[in-house]
């Protein structure tokens, strides 16, 4: 088993929808957490840190339960540019593990 | 402010054969990391350098992968000799500190295709 999952999708949304991603993770002892946005053939963009607390930036929510080992991403009133992956990331001390990533098409 | 470079942007070579990819963080980050980044796939992570240190690099194929940060900035890592499943991008980032919470800026990568 991998110590972070995603569904790798794709979603595909029409513009103005809003979709929800998760991401679980294994190790109870992971510290810190992030969602990361790649562009087809480009590198991989911090979108968010995401706390305990949940965190909102404009469109997007993340939030996470430790409980349950999850976190999430919300994004509302899709637009075509959010057409990507999003990467779920977990920090564990020193090491860092990327998840394999939720490909989202956002159409006209 | 500059970000992370890397070069080259592409390289093709043959199995069998070496390759190294260099890297700048951006100035003043004091940890490096090295991703390689199959096609489909997540980031995962080869090697991680503090300074000139190395932190972590238990990920590394260390029969054929190697990496340096001399003087705790730029760094180079090799691969000698290449196989066809080491086709894939190879990331570099950079971050202020060593600490959980610091943001990872990556470099725009170097695509490596094996023949």
């Known amino acids: 088993r991998k110590e972070v999952e995603q569904d790798p999708g794709p979603f595909n949304v029409p513009e103005g929808a809003t979709v929800a991603f998760n991401c679980t993770y294994s190790n109870s002892a992971s510290q810190s957490f992030f969602w990361y946005r790649q562009d087809c053939r480009k590198e991989p963009k911090l979108l968010m840190s995401?706390?305990?607390s949940g965190n909102e930036d404009g469109r997007f929510t993340a939030q996470l339960n430790r409980a349950s080992q999850y976190i999430s991403l919300l994004i509302r009133d899709s637009k075509l540019s959010d057409s990507a992956t999003y990467l779920c990331v977990v920090k564990r001390g020193f090491k860092t593990i990327f998840g394999a990533g939720t490909r989202l098409f956002v159409k006209a | 402010e500059a970000g992370v470079a890397q070069s080259p942007r592409y390289k093709i070579i043959e199995k069998r054969q070496s390759v190294a990819f260099w890297c700048n963080p951006i100035s003043g980050h004091a940890t490096l990391y090295w991703y390689q980044q199959i096609l489909g796939q997540g980031p995962k992570l080869l090697i991680q350098f503090q300074n000139n240190g190395v932190v972590d690099d238990s990920q590394l194929p260390k029969d054929r992968f190697s990496a340096e940060r001399l003087k705790g900035v730029d760094s180079t890592l090799k691969i000698q000799p290449a196989k066809l499943e080491d086709s894939a991008v190879y990331l570099c980032a950079s971050s202020l500190e060593l600490s959980a919470g610091d943001t990872q800026y990556f470099g725009p990568g170097t695509r490596l295709t094996v023949l």
């Open positions: 995401v706390y305990s």
